[in-house]
Every structure is written in structure tokens, then in C-alpha cells.
């Protein structure tokens, strides 16, 4: 496989005196500092945490901190370089992928592996996009990760002869390993650990292999000709608090503004909501200020408040917004086929969702973690996740896979993809190996490993 040559990830150089550096007690030191690190990030948020918290919780002083590290991004690039190391091991410990019961074996197995490195980097896993999108010191690395990435773990694939991207495969594997094992954590998904590890195995291995299906059992008959299932239920409709003003070409009914919208006003409006939705997919909900965003929205600091009271009502406008998408693309989920033959109506109910995705990535990140959403929204949410696991199901029961996949490990895997998977191709990673077809694994991955296009 062709791979762009790949740059060596600096060993990292603490910031320390040679007294210090020399000396097992400032080793020691170092190796306490980082777990507090560790622990602080997953508990509190790469923003939420100061130097001095830090010192304060490896039993030291801010003031002790900063004699082995410059600042707490120094600290968390350690914790990246430390898992990404991690990440690369165990790429390579891949071995022979194929349709037999060998080549399955060595996938779940390798897949068990990744969710106990999971649970070792949580936090780093979760918080490293979110640190500081303009730091080139954290996101160059994560380039150099992801790219030895795709070329360790996509050699594997290229070998075992797989139909399909073998950078895009490798790193859709990558993304929703690390979010469907986070899943499991935070959200209460009713499936065990070696459940959601088979489960998620199968999905991959029939998108890889569809004749690998012989081996997991009997599988319903399918017509031959592409199957649809009419009139999915839709659930009950999204709720919102009523606002003022209308909202300027949303898609999501009226905006929570504090004054009637003017003809005049309604582009600066318009600036500002993107500029929110842009900055939120890149630091995170709740890691964007009002000062973030009128910074990109190229406008004063008072011209947001002139629109909208505080930042929680901005956060609700982007809810709404991302409900009405998900609710639209979830109603045309009955023009989808099941069994053979079904990928062509798999591609654009594909597509449609995911021209909507940089839009709504912070707010569909969000729900999927559990985040704490303001109390009034969680209405939103829970309405929106009762819709997708009714057109889920319905699409399951449709699939000739129904009884060979284990359906709430099966959804959270297809939520993981959904979400993770095109953050990193489309928001993080712009212009990496497998930018081009990731749009169609996604497609792949969904007809054959879920709907059983095989």
C-alpha cells in the first residue's frame, strides 16, 4: 500500500535541571505528575484543569510542577506520545485477517486487546481533539499517529485482499473501537464487554469478508432483489422551547433570540450560528466561549449578546438544529434495502447524513457521551435517541443478519462509526490517506456488515 511518508515522532524532553534529570527522585516525580495528569483530564476535562491542580493532586505545588514540565500542555503531550506508542504496538499485532474461522478469531481477539488499551488512555482518547485545535504541537503528532496508523494496521488489510480503502477501513476500525468501548462506560448500553467485542467483530468481518457469513450460523432468507420496509414509525416529535425570532434558513424552526430578527440582521445571525457550530465541532460544546465564537464569526463580543442572552441558549439552537437533521435523515431510513443488492439505497441515506455532519458534530458528539446537556434539552436528546433505536430496530428486523448479531452492541457500534469516524475524516484530519472513500466504507461497512448485502 502507497503511504506517504511519515515523520518520527519527537522523544519528548522534559523541561528539567540536570541535577533532576539525572536523579530516580526525579523520575519518580515525572511518573506521578502524569498519572495525576491522567486522572485530573479524564475527571475534569483538558480545560478544567489547572498546573496547580495537578501539583496538588501528585502531593506537590504548581510551583514543583513546572520544574519538570513548561505548562499542562507539555504534560498531555506526554500522555498522547504514550498512546500513541500504545496504539502502534498493538497495530502490529494484527496478524492474518480472512473469511475462515482463523482469520475471525484473530480479529476479535486483536479487538478485545483494543478495548483494554482503551480503558488504559481514556481520557487522552477523549480529550486529545479537544485540548487545543490551534496548537500544532498536539494535532501534528496525532497526523504522524494516525498515518503509521493506516499504514501498519492497512498493510494487514491490503494483504487479506479487502475490497475496500484499506486507510479508510483501517481508520474506521481505529475510531469506532475507541468510541464503542468509551460507549460502554458512559452510556448504559445493555450489552457486556465480550458481547459488544464479538458483535463488533462481526460487523467488520462481513464488511471485510461477506462469505464469512457461512460461518456464524443460519442466516434468514432475502429475496435477491432489494428489499424495503415502508412506513417506519416515527416517534414522537422533537420537543423544544419556543423562542423569539425567526431563524434564518436553520431547518429547525425559530432561533432563542432576544429580539425580533430584522432583514439587516439576519446575515450576522446567520455568521454567528455557523461560527458556533464550526468552533463547538473542533473545542466541544462546552469547551467554546461566547468570546470563541464571535472571534470566528468575524464580529464584536456584544453582537452575540445583541442576538442571544448567554451561551446555554446558543448551545440550544444548535441542539434544535442537529434534532431536525437527525430526524429527517432518521424518516427516510424506509428507502433503505436489506439483504443482497441493498448498498445502492444505502449510499445516499449515507451521504445525506453526513453532508449534514460538520454542521451538528459537536451536538452529536455530545449526546453520545452522555455529556450534561442544560436540563431543558435532555427532552431533545432522549426524543431523538428514542427515534433512532425505532428505526434501528426496524431496520434489523428487515436484515437477513438479525439473528447473528447481538442488537444493542450492534447499535452501539453503529453509532460509534457514525459519529467518530467522520469527525476524524472530515473536521480533524483534512487531507489524510483515506479522505476520499470514506463516505462509501461507511456505505460498505453499513450494507454488508449490518443489513447483510452479501
Known sequence: MASPPVRPIPVHRVAQDDALALGRHGNRAQAEIIEAARALFGARGYHGVTVEAI????????????????????IFRVLMADLGADLLRHGRRLGRLGPEHGGFDELRMWLHGFGLLVHRHNATFSLWRAADPGDASLVEPARRFIDRWCEV??????????DLDPPALATALLTTAQRVHELRTRVPWTCSETDLAETFARVFQLAMFPASVTGF??????????????????????????????????????????RPLT???????????????????????????????AAAADVGYASVYTYWRDHGDIVA????????????????????GRGPGCLPTVRPWVQRYLAGYPRHAAVLRSWTIGAGEAPELN????????????????????????????????????????????????????????????DDTVSVILARGLLGDL
Request: glycine content about 14%; overall charge positive; charged content about 20%.
Open 55 to 74: 501539583g496538588e493532586a501528585s502531593g506537590r505545588t504548581g510551583t514543583s510542577v513546572y520544574r519538570y514540565f513548561a505548562n499542562k500542555t507539555e
Open 153 to 162: 494496521v492497512g498493510a494487514r488489510i491490503e494483504e487479506a485482499g479487502v
Open 217 to 258: 450460523g443460519e442466516i434468514r432468507q432475502a429475496p435477491r432483489r432489494t428489499r424495503r420496509t415502508p412506513g417506519l414509525v416515527v416517534a414522537e416529535s422533537v420537543p423544544r422551547p419556543s423562542g423569539s425570532g425567526a431563524g434564518p434558513g436553520s431547518g429547525a424552526g425559530a432561533l432563542r433570540l432576544r
Open 263 to 293: 432583514s439587516r440582521g439576519a446575515g450576522t445571525v446567520q455568521r454567528i450560528i455557523t461560527a458556533a457550530a464550526d468552533v463547538s465541532a473542533r473545542q466541544g460544546l462546552h469547551g467554546t466561549s461566547i468570546k470563541d465564537i
Open 317 to 336: 439552537d444548535l441542539t434544535d438544529q442537529a434534532a431536525a437533521h437527525l430526524t429527517g435523515w432518521l424518516g427516510s431510513a424506509s428507502a433503505v
Open 379 to 438: 427532552g431533545v436528546r432522549r426524543s431523538v435517541a428514542t427515534l433512532a433505536r425505532s428505526t434501528f430496530d426496524q431496520m434489523m428486523d428487515g436484515s437477513p443478519l438479525a439473528g447473528l448479531l447481538n442488537r444493542r452492541c450492534a447499535e452501539a457500534v453503529v453509532c460509534a462509526l457514525l459519529v467518530e469516524f467522520p469527525y476524524n475524516t472530515h473536521l480533524f484530519l483534512p487531507g489524510w490517506p483515506g479522505e476520499n472513500t470514506a
